[in-house]
């Protein structure tokens, strides 16, 4: 399995950016994906989660409303859409996936390399 996140990048707080993460080597239907991220000094938390094929969403409360999590299955590709950014939205980003349901721990077998998100103020 490998997972290719890219997208990140600074942006202003109010601005939107999207994030996609590029997945090979694992039976896609079967699959769950997420988004995690970690922010200086804190531990990874949970952004956003979802089964391959769609589906049920999850997300973190803090940014219910305004990311959302979407796969394209022609592409391989999981996306996480962000708009209006907060500056405590800054950290680095992680996709992962892992064979069954959307969940909110961090217990994906499959992890991608981090992109960073820095949004400034």
């Known amino acids: 399995v490998q997972l290719q996140a890219c997208g990140g990048g600074l942006v202003q707080a109010g601005g939107s950016l999207m994030l996609s993460c590029a997945a090979s080597?694992?039976?896609?239907?079967?699959?769950?994906v997420g988004w995690f991220r970690r922010a200086p000094g804190r531990d990874r938390e949970f952004v956003a989660s979802i089964g391959w094929n769609g589906g049920t969403a999850y997300y973190a409360e803090s940014v219910t409303g305004r990311f959302t999590i979407s796969t394209d299955n022609a592409k391989k590709v999981v996306y996480l859409q962000m708009t209006n950014l907060k500056p405590e939205d800054t950290a680095v980003y992680f996709c992962?996936?892992?064979?069954?349901?959307?969940?909110?721990?961090?217990?994906?077998?499959?992890w991608g390399q981090g992109t960073q998100v820095t949004v400034s103020s």
């Open positions: 080597g694992f039976t896609y239907s079967t699959y769950a």
């Open positions: 992962a996936a892992d064979r069954g349901f959307p969940r909110i721990t961090a217990t994906f077998d499959y």
